[in-house]
């Protein structure tokens, strides 16, 4: 199959489940917000162990003449898989539906919190530099993969919900298996950019932090 057929199945699947993408999409971005919350409403001495914490990081990176990546690769895939196996598992049943839309809400949250405290410590202008450098290019993937599985989990339930037929059922679970596999490989590959690449990029940069 040539490159403009996947092209075209991939903006077909978006078509035809935009509505499903915004709404993980808006889950999303309102966990980044109650992270970003989370941290604004911080008292004084946990935001000075916040900032400790994070200006340590960063001391110890100066330091750091070379890293063990392969060890942070492997430990990165397997995080990464075993989330996506979560969701997949969790978005296969009726009762794991509100687990999925949890899961991706509190990795929103996350998100929230890190960008937060980065920029607390650091300052505005340096906080969205240092993200830019360590964070964005990993999660050009991530963020996707991990949205197109609840996509995918939202899909399947409602097949469950309001098609009974049992072998329609079970092409649904096949086609949610088949497209947590493929994003499966991209959270590996999110994992590979974030210790190899981005990385490599921090090391160059550290010091201006």
Same mark, same amino acid.
């Given at each position: 199959?040539r490159?403009?057929?996947?092209?075209?199945?991939f %903006?077909?699947y978006?078509? =035809?489940?935009?509505?499903?993408? +915004?709404?993980?999409?808006?889950?999303?971005?309102? !966990?980044?917000? +109650?992270?970003?919350?989370?941290?604004?409403?911080?008292?004084?001495?946990?935001?000075?162990?916040?900032?400790?914490?994070?200006?340590?990081?960063?001391?110890?990176?100066?330091?750091?003449?070379?890293? =063990?990546?392969?060890?942070? +690769?492997?430990?990165? $895939?397997?995080?990464? +898989?075993?989330? *996506?196996?979560?969701?997949?598992? @969790? !978005?296969?049943t009726?009762?794991?539906?509100?687990?999925?839309?949890?899961?991706?809400? @509190?990795?929103?949250?996350?998100?929230?919190?890190?960008?937060?405290?980065? @920029?607390?410590?650091?300052?505005?202008? %340096? !906080?969205?530099?240092?993200?830019? $450098?360590?964070?964005?290019?990993?999660?050009?993937?991530?963020?996707?993969a991990i949205?197109? $599985?609840?996509?995918?989990?939202? #899909?399947?339930?409602?097949?469950?919900? %309001?098609?009974?037929?049992?072998? =329609?059922? #079970?092409f649904?679970?096949?086609?949610?298996?088949?497209?947590? !596999?493929?994003?499966?490989?991209?959270?590996?590959?999110? *994992?590979?950019?974030e210790?190899?690449?981005? @990385? =490599?990029?921090?090391? #160059?940069?550290?010091?201006?932090?």
């Open positions: 199959m490159y403009s057929n996947y092209k075209k199945i %903006k077909n978006i078509k =035809n489940n935009y509505k499903e993408y +915004i709404l993980v999409s808006l889950l999303f971005l309102i !966990g980044i917000f +109650i992270g970003v919350m989370i941290i604004n409403s911080c008292k004084e001495n946990q935001i000075s162990e916040i900032t400790t914490y994070i200006n340590d990081f960063i001391g110890k990176y100066k330091q750091i003449e070379s890293i =063990n990546k392969t060890e942070l +690769i492997i430990d990165a $895939i397997r995080r990464n +898989i075993f989330f *996506a196996l979560v969701l997949w598992i @969790a !978005g296969t009726v009762i794991g539906m509100p687990i999925v839309l949890i899961v991706i809400l @509190a990795r929103g949250s996350i998100l929230g919190v890190t960008i937060s405290s980065i @920029a607390i410590t650091l300052g505005t202008f %340096k !906080g969205i530099l240092f993200c830019l $450098i360590s964070i964005v290019l990993q999660n050009i993937l991530y963020i996707p949205l197109s $599985i609840g996509v995918s989990s939202i #899909k399947l339930y409602k097949s469950i919900i %309001k098609d009974k037929r049992r072998e =329609n059922i #079970k649904e679970i096949i086609r949610h298996t088949l497209i947590s !596999g493929l994003m499966i490989l991209l959270l590996v590959l999110s *994992a590979i950019i210790n190899v690449i981005s @990385a =490599n990029i921090l090391k #160059k940069f550290i010091k201006y932090f």
